[in-house]
């Protein structure tokens, strides 16, 4: 009796396992990349929050009046933090200490400051610790939202919307 010592696989069979890898590949890819943007979203909204905490404590601490200036996507997309010279926001002059964007961040092409509610579209924090009320939209090319509001104590909520 003859033993087949045949070993290996056919052609077929590599094409067959070669082309599902590359379907769950591309389903792969599409989903990874969805979810990286996603991630950049929440990771500016984060920031802004951050400097927001940052900001209201900076002008308790110093008895001076700080801003966050936003630019939306069609003003530059990026926004400002910015220390007063006196601790009156109507009076003060203005110094920039940092600009930020999603791109300065670190982030990829896509994440836009969308709209804003606060007056003119400024965030002052007075030194007894209030800030301008109002939101801003974040949104990225996913069709993902992001709302930070703000209350007059500077409480600081995030609402999601992510698809």
Known sequence: MKVDT????TLLELLIVLAIISIVGVIASYNWNHYV???DL????REITSDIAKLKQYAARDE?????SIYTASNGNKYTLERGNSGTCASAAFTVLETKSPSTLGLRD???ITSTTYGGDDIEFQTRGTITAGSVVLSSSTGSNAT???NMTGKTYV???MR
Do not use: E, H, V
Not at 6 to 9: D, M, P, T, Y
Not at 42 to 45: E, F, I, Y
């Open 159 to 161: 609402t999601y919307n």
């Open 37 to 39: 943007r996603n991630a």
């Open 148 to 150: 930070i509001t703000s």
């Open 64 to 68: 001076l009046c700080y801003r966050i």
């Open 42 to 45: 929440r990771t500016l909204t």
């Open 6 to 9: 045949k070993q290996g696989f």
């Open 110 to 112: 896509g994440l836009n």
